[in-house]
């Protein structure tokens, strides 16, 4: 079946440093990531939408300057959180989009944790 | 926009009994309808999707899904539930060229 990567899986890091979150498609190629948000014990809340050679699309209230997000290759997209806050704490979680069925494969997530 | 609705925030069952997981979509034409299992601490994990033909779907791990247009319903269904199944059931809608939009989730309890 379709793999989806992310790396790392859960990352700790000091206010006002950047940390840059990776996913992968491993054995298809997604022209179209998505970063997704999600807070304790609730739903995913979709962040942006990624296609592979342009800019990001962003959804509303999602600060482009904050969530820099790059899909440079038909199997990466990176997500960097820049100038980071406690409360950017929470677990994101990217998908890929497989161009034949059109269904969204996960990846495993990314704890972030801001101290 | 498209919204998806689960109404019951936590469902409680007997291992070895019957389940059904409720979803109500609103969406304008037809939609990607799609249920996914999220354990503790992980990704998601499709156990199935509807686009188009049969109303009733069979995915994995031994659940169903009938879309009932006229309800505007896509329900999660599997006839005996094991210890294993529980965890945090999500519908979802959407898809093709756009991010899904989620419900809220369900969180399944299981009874010895």
């Known amino acids: 079946g379709a793999v989806v990567s992310q790396h790392p899986s859960w990352v700790i890091c000091k206010s006002g440093t950047s940390v840059k979150i990776e996913c992968r498609s491993l054995d298809f190629q997604a022209t179209t990531m998505f970063w997704y948000r999600q807070f304790p014990k609730q739903s995913l809340m979709l962040m942006a939408t990624s296609n592979e050679g342009s800019k990001a699309t962003y959804e509303q209230g999602v600060e482009k300057d904050k969530f820099l997000i790059n899909h440079a290759s038909l199997t990466l997209s990176t997500l960097t959180v820049t100038s980071a806050h406690p409360e950017d704490s929470s677990f994101y979680i990217c998908?890929?989009?497989?161009?034949?069925?059109?269904?969204?494969?996960f990846g495993p997530g990314t704890r972030l944790t801001v101290t | 926009a498209q919204s998806v609705t689960q109404p019951d925030i936590h469902i409680t069952v007997s291992e070895g009994a019957s389940l059904e997981l409720r979803c109500n979509y609103s969406y304008g034409a037809t939609p990607y309808l799609f249920w996914y299992v999220q354990s503790p601490g992980q990704g998601l994990q499709l156990l199935l999707k509807?686009?188009?033909?049969?109303?009733l779907v069979q995915g994995i791990k031994g659940f169903e899904a009938e879309f009932k247009r006229s309800q505007s319903s896509f329900n999660l269904r599997k006839p005996s539930v094991h210890w294993s199944d529980a965890a945090e059931y999500f519908c979802a809608s959407g898809g093709g060229a756009d991010g899904l939009t989620f419900g809220k989730g369900t969180h399944l309890i299981i009874q010895p």
């Open positions: 998908s890929a989009r497989d161009g034949t069925s059109a269904a969204q494969y």
């Open positions: 509807y686009f188009s033909g049969d109303t």
